[in-house]
C-alpha cells in the first residue's frame, strides 16, 4: 500500500501560482542587485580634450569626469604617443568634485597622442580605458 496524497486540482494551481511568485520575485531582485552595481563603477562620462578632438594648441591639463566617485591616490592618467611611450602621467583630485582628475600635460608637438586612465571607483571596482585627441599643426 502506498502513502500517496491527494492533491486536488485547485491546490496545485495554488502551489504553482506560489512557485512562480517567488521565482519571479527571485528574478527581480537580482535584476536590481545587478543593475545597481553596474551603475556604482566609475565610467568616463566627458573629458578634455575629448576624444576623437582635434585642438589647435597643446592641452596644459587632460581632465576626466566620471560617473561615480574616484579614489585619486589610487588611480592614474597617461598621456602617450600611439608607439606607447609615456610623455607625461599623474593625477590630481579636483578639491570639491569627487568624480573629476586632471593631469598636468607636457607640451605636445602636432600629432595623435593617448590618454589612457586606471581608476579605483569609491565602490572599489577598478576602470580603465582609453582615447584619443589630435594636436593639429598650427
Known sequence: MTNAVKTSPMGARRRAGFNFAVVGALAVVLLIAGATSAFAHSFLVDATPSSKEHVAASPKTIK???????????SKITIETPDGKILGEGNTGVPGKPRELTANSPDLAPGKYIVRYRVLSSDGHIVEG??????DAK
Open 130 to 135: 582609453n582615447y584619443e585627441f589630435t594636436v
Open 64 to 74: 576626466l569626469r566620471f560617473g561615480g566617485g574616484v579614489e585619486p591616490p589610487y
